[in-house]
């Protein structure tokens, strides 16, 4: 990844966090996006104090908003000249409620965060890369979108759609040298995840926690750096012909039939 131009939004935190750590002691140049500004600003200090010299651009936007998503991909090419890899992970899960009580207005967010900027970040890459004939994608699903999960439809839905987004890029834009693939994760440690078990169990979050890590036929959660090493992967030039998947990463647990 040594000077590899590469833009992560949700990059303040989470999975995001944990892909540019990895991708800065790799040598990267890096364009960090996030709605939080104060994450954002402690990230790129976080990464500076641990590799000395690296290439940050930070840049506060909201990808629901397409002036703000063709922004940031702006901002990179006036800095980099180009853009080599581009982490489409900035998202939400929304709340948790079944499918008709669901507040409409969250819904509608859901989708503009989760659906629409990961298209937005494509529309205005993609093109980029076009001219380089060369480009890397990796679009943030999730195990809910390829299987259901309850009370959590928008965020279902919009991870479905993702994947699907996934593999009409990966067809439509091969031929230029780009591939594209998502990645399905599962219930990692990070703070959005954390969020979800306090609502399930808000007087003891960590017991809910452990409830469901013996579901997995790991018996226990994933950590960010086992997604960051199979996205640094989809980010480089050793992936040569791996395009248009959704790869789960999990630790089995979508191979489960039913609710065992």
């Given amino acids: 990844m040594k000077n590899k131009v590469i833009i992560i939004t949700g990059a303040g935190m989470g999975l995001g966090l ?22 954002l600003s402690q990230a790129k200090e976080t990464l500076e104090n641990a590799n ?3 290439e940050i651009l930070t840049i506060t936007a909201d990808v629901s908003d397409e002036k703000a998503v063709k922004g940031y991909v702006d901002q990179t090419l006036e800095k980099f000249g180009r853009i080599d890899g581009f ?16 507040d409409v207005n969250i ?11 990961v298209y937005y970040g494509m529309r205005y890459v993609i093109p980029a890369m076009q001219k380089q004939n060369y480009g890397r ?11 259901g999960v309850l009370n959590q439809t928008p965020y279902v839905a919009s991870k479905h759609a993702v994947s699907g987004m996934t593999k009409n890029a990966a067809l439509e834009y091969g031929r230029d040298g ?22 399930v169990n808000p007087s003891d979050p960590k017991a809910a926690e452990t409830e469901y890590a013996q579901r997995n036929p790991t018996k226990r959660l994933g950590q960010p ?36």
Avoid: W
Wanted: cysteine-free; hydrophobic content about 45%; proline content about 3%.
């Fill in 225 to 260: 750096k086992e997604v960051a090493t199979v996205v640094a992967f989809l980010l480089s030039e050793e992936n040569g012909y791996v395009n248009g998947q959704t790869i789960a990463i999990d630790g089995g647990e979508s191979n489960i039939y039913g609710n065992s």
């Fill in 87 to 102: 982490y489409n992970n900035a998202g939400i899960e929304g709340r948790q409620a079944p499918m008709t009580d669901y």
């Fill in 107 to 117: 819904f509608k967010k859901v989708i503009d965060i989760n659906l629409m900027g």
């Fill in 52 to 54: 000395p010299g690296v």
């Fill in 137 to 147: 994608i990796v679009n943030v699903a999730s195990v809910g979108g390829i299987r």
């Fill in 178 to 199: 780009i591939l594209t693939n998502a990645i399905a994760p599962g219930a990692i440690l990070t703070p959005m995840v954390a969020e979800a078990f306090k609502q």
């Fill in 18 to 39: 944990a892909t540019a750590e990895l991708l800065a002691e790799q040598g990267a140049k890096l364009s960090l996006v996030d709605y939080n500004a104060e994450a």
